[in-house]
């Protein structure tokens, strides 16, 4: 059983909110954030990356950084940019990007529910990124970026969803730079949101998808209020987290391809005979393969290879050790090329498969990377399915598109 909360956000008024929405803080580095944001006077990233006021010099955990943040929010309010609903609210929340449409309802859900296991994960944390959200959302006293949670369809909710947004208009209403359109609707009518808290109360378990720092980061807090508070009850807003819930049925899931920056010492011919042990290659005249589960790209030196994982170990049935990430990491990455430390070794890095295979070529042809690898997709039911029994995914297994813009909505903890 979950129980969902409606709640009072802070949200932009209509004719700002394009202006407002900005991708989530994680996406995007310092220099390409202050671009953004010096390009356009309205951009959250003012407060989800609220460093970029300041001069590079400070950097969280600087206190300075979150109370730039707290500062630009609290104008964002003055200058009327920013209003707050009068009484709880759900929202709907509708991205499409070309011809995938994914309908979401933001609301919040019990901290309770994120201690206890019924919000269920696949990734770990690190231990700075969810300190820096911790003092984020401590000092604005507000939660600026929903988790992203999904739910196993059962119909029901599809069918409260459609008949808002056909009856209703839409609060929000716009193109994003990258071509996304953003709708948004508000759910005032208390009989609308009885129907939505009643359909999730037989939903037994919620998946994060995306959002993992800011859910760890947001109980936190919720921990640290609780403690504070001699006269707590459980109904305090700092108890709840800000969270969009899509069906899985509707989210789209991009492979998170690999970049290594070296290949460990060898040469080119070295490297290929190593692996050609564990793996057959075929190389490629001109594009990547085309994403075949338990079959990987690899480029190298200007060329494009197909590996198809040979010998023992192939037949895996762990669900874990058994997905393209894990067979990657485990029979290349790690024995061939010596990463073992997925979190912190800075010779690999990740590169979303929104950029496509193109951005691998970019990344190896500039001598940035040695050799890059395209992986298949993991999809949702295997998500669930490792949450379910509560394992964790390597780093960097899923990247979902379209990603959820923040500032669209705010939580605040009071």
Known sequence: MTTLWPFRALRPVPDRASGVASDAYDVMSREEARLIAGANPLSFLKIERSEINLPDAIDPPDPRVYQSACDALQAMVREGVMIQDETPCFYLYRQQADSH????????????????????????????????????????????????????????????????????????????????FHSAWIVRDARTMDRIADAFEKIDS????????????????????????????????????????????QLR?????????????????????????RFLLEPLERNAPAPERGVFGMYLGGQWFRLSPTGEGCGNNDIVSSLDVSVLQDRLIAPILGVTDMRGDERIDFVGGIRGTGELERLVDADLYAVAFSLYPTDMDSLMAVSDKGQIMPPKSTWFEPKLKSGLFVHLLD
């Open 101 to 180: 449409v994914q309908t979401g309802i933001v609301a919040c859900f019990e901290s309770e529910d994120y201690r206890s296991g019924r919000i269920k994960r696949h990734e770990l944390t690190r231990s700075d990124k969810e300190t820096d959200r911790t003092r984020h959302i401590d000092r604005l006293n507000a939660q600026t970026g929903p988790v992203f949670l999904a739910y196993r369809d059962n119909g029901s909710v599809d069918s409260i969803i459609d008949g808002i947004t056909s009856r209703q208009q839409p609060e929000y209403a716009f193109r994003a730079d990258d071509r996304t």
């Open 253 to 277: 899931i991009l492979p998170y391809n690999r970049v290594v920056r070296d290949l460990a010492g060898m040469g080119k011919e070295a490297f290929l005979d190593r692996l050609s042990d």
């Open 206 to 249: 919620l998946y994060i998808a995306d959002g993992h720092h800011r859910a760890a980061a947001a109980n936190r807090v919720a921990e640290i209020r609780r403690q504070a508070n001699p006269a707590h009850t459980g109904a305090e807003e700092y108890n709840r987290i800000m969270a969009v819930l899509f069906s899985h049925r």
